[in-house]
């Protein structure tokens, strides 16, 4: 049986308060809409979405998806089975247990820390490093320090300080300025233009970040991309969520459907 619940939130708003705070409508399929002062609130097998004062937060218990936004998206928290996904006040995280990936990034990519597989890539500013099981790099304002467990070796130091390494199929290439790219010659490949913006590829993930608050993350199994100025989509098999300020549009399993633009909601369900 497919539920259809349409109505105005305003109106919906001066029922709950006739009826008392937190007016509830229930189905016998045990499917709950609330409705007060302009937030919302649906419950139906093990999925709850809440909107509260532009914030927004999503579950669905059957996929372990946890999903919260602030109204302006630029405060977010998701998690999806093995992975989360973080930002909030320019600072960035991205955790993927099943492949062993922690990417970290502070202040709007200046501050960065990444972990992936043998890889281990950390800058501060103008100071890099870059460390796996075979070579060791170390770059401050004042000297450059490499170590490498095999060979050939290949060191290119330019007049302006720019920097070129190759040892064992790596490629590490550092302008002494913050802009930074790392190739391991396999799947890992790490750029940093050193204004903000980081591409980063391991294999099962790809990342891209701005200096605006931009944030794409690529999986096999999930989507999600936040355009930095409030509009953010997210797919993970299970779940469509996409949000534009007040917009909201999500779908889910059985047939689990709510639009609403925060005056008027739409709900559907199986």
Not at 43 to 65: N, P, R, Y
Not at 76 to 94: F, K, L, M, T, Y
Not at 192 to 219: C, K, M
Not at 244 to 268: A, L, N, Q
Request: overall charge negative; glycine content about 10%; charged content about 45%.
């Amino acid at each position: 049986m497919k539920q259809r619940f349409r109505t105005a939130l305003t109106i919906v708003v001066a029922l709950a308060l006739l009826a008392g705070p937190g007016a509830t409508l229930a189905s016998a399929q045990q499917t709950d809409v609330e409705t007060s002062n302009g937030d919302l609130d649906i419950e139906a097998d093990g999925q709850e979405l809440e909107t509260s004062d532009g914030d927004f937060e999503f579950e669905d218990d059957d996929s372990d998806l946890d999903f919260e936004s602030s109204d302006d998206a630029s405060n977010v928290d998701v998690e999806s089975g093995n992975v989360e996904i973080e930002q909030r006040d320019g600072n960035v995280e991205v955790e993927d247990d099943d492949s062993d990936l922690d990417f970290e990034t502070s202040g709007d990519g200046d501050g960065v820390d990444v972990e992936s597989g043998e890889f281990e890539i950390e800058q501060d500013g103008s100071d890099s490093e870059v460390e796996s099981d075979t070579i060791d790099y170390e770059r401050d304002s004042d000297s450059v320090d490499f170590e490498s467990e095999s060979g050939p070796v290949d060191i290119e130091i330019e007049e302006d300080g720019e920097t070129e390494i190759e040892s064992d199929g790596a490629e590490i290439e550092d302008d002494g300025d913050g802009e930074l790219e790392v190739d391991d010659g396999e799947d890992l490949d790490y750029e940093n233009d050193g204004d903000g913006d980081i591409e980063f590829e391991d294999g099962d993930n790809d990342i891209e970040q701005d200096s605006d608050g931009g944030l794409d993350v690529e999986r096999d199994d999930l989507d999600y991309e936040n355009d930095g100025d409030g509009d953010l989509e997210f797919e993970d098999g299970e779940s469509d969520i996409e949000l534009d300020g007040e917009d909201v549009d999500v779908e889910s399993r059985d047939g689990f459907d709510v639009e609403t633009d925060g005056d008027e909601v739409e709900f559907e369900r199986d």
